[in-house]
């Protein structure tokens, strides 16, 4: 036997148009018609379903790389925050040695002049500095 529009045997439908003449097979094709065009619409409703589950995975993919990237970005200011707050240290330690060593330059650069006042003050030797020039040095030499 020979199926017709969705399964209507062909007997069957020589019957209806024996019937209902014309008006009733446009009946018969337009019923299947629709009932092929409503188990299209549900394919296509059951795919876009699919799609619109697969976009969001993708999304939810997609969100969970961009926290991931989030937190290595957070994690990596947080360590040039760290950074910045060492220097700072290191700064600070390094102004405390920089004031220490200038103080101790100054202290030799005072000890050094009053050294070298001694030396051009204490020129000659007792016995000339008490008023005997046999002994004398004189600048050029």
């Known amino acids: 036997m020979v199926e017709l529009f969705g399964g209507v045997a062909l007997p069957t439908v020589i019957a209806v148009v024996n019937l209902l003449g014309l008006p009733g097979l446009v009946l018969i094709i337009w019923s299947a018609d629709q009932r092929r065009?409503?188990?299209?619409?549900l394919l296509a409703q059951e795919e876009r379903?699919?799609?619109a589950k697969r976009r969001q995975e993708e999304m939810t993919a997609l969100k969970e790389?961009?926290?991931?990237?989030m937190a290595e970005a957070a994690r990596q200011h947080a360590d040039a925050v760290r950074l910045y707050e060492n220097?700072?240290?290191l700064t600070k330690s390094y102004e405390r040695?920089?004031?220490e060593l200038m103080?101790?330059?100054q202290l030799a650069t005072q000890t050094m002049t009053r050294l070298s006042e001694q030396v051009v003050n204490n020129m000659y030797c007792p016995v000339?500095?008490?008023g005997e020039n046999r002994w004398a040095l004189t600048q050029r030499d």
């Open 37 to 41: 065009f409503h188990s299209m619409q």
């Open 49 to 51: 379903a699919r799609e």
């Open 65 to 69: 790389q961009f926290l991931a990237a």
């Open 87 to 89: 220097n700072v240290v």
């Open 97 to 99: 040695t920089t004031n």
């Open 103 to 105: 103080s101790i330059i």
């Open 128 to 130: 000339i500095r008490n």
